[in-house]
């Protein structure tokens, strides 16, 4: 029980620090409103995941028999 209390905590932290840096630090940063900008903030979480389930996939069936 304690394993699954601390990945919520660790979760909870991360999800507290991401939202901070977003409320307090992006409004800061000058970047242009464009179609080009949102596509890259809308598409760039898929993509990256895509490519880290992808390496993983090939990893474990590179490790089969």
């Known amino acids: 029980m304690n394993n699954k209390a601390g ?5 909870l932290f991360a999800s507290a620090i991401i ?3 977003i409320k ?14 949102a596509l890259i903030a ?3 979480p ?4 895509a490519v880290i ?7 474990y069936t590179r490790s089969l028999p």
């Open 42 to 44: 809308v598409l760039s």
């Open 46 to 49: 898929s993509l990256i995941m």
């Open 19 to 21: 939202s901070a840096v």
């Open 24 to 37: 307090y630090v992006a409004p800061g940063l000058a970047i242009p409103a464009t179609s080009a900008n």
């Open 53 to 59: 389930l992808g390496w993983r996939a090939w990893r």
């Open 7 to 11: 990945f919520v905590l660790k979760v």
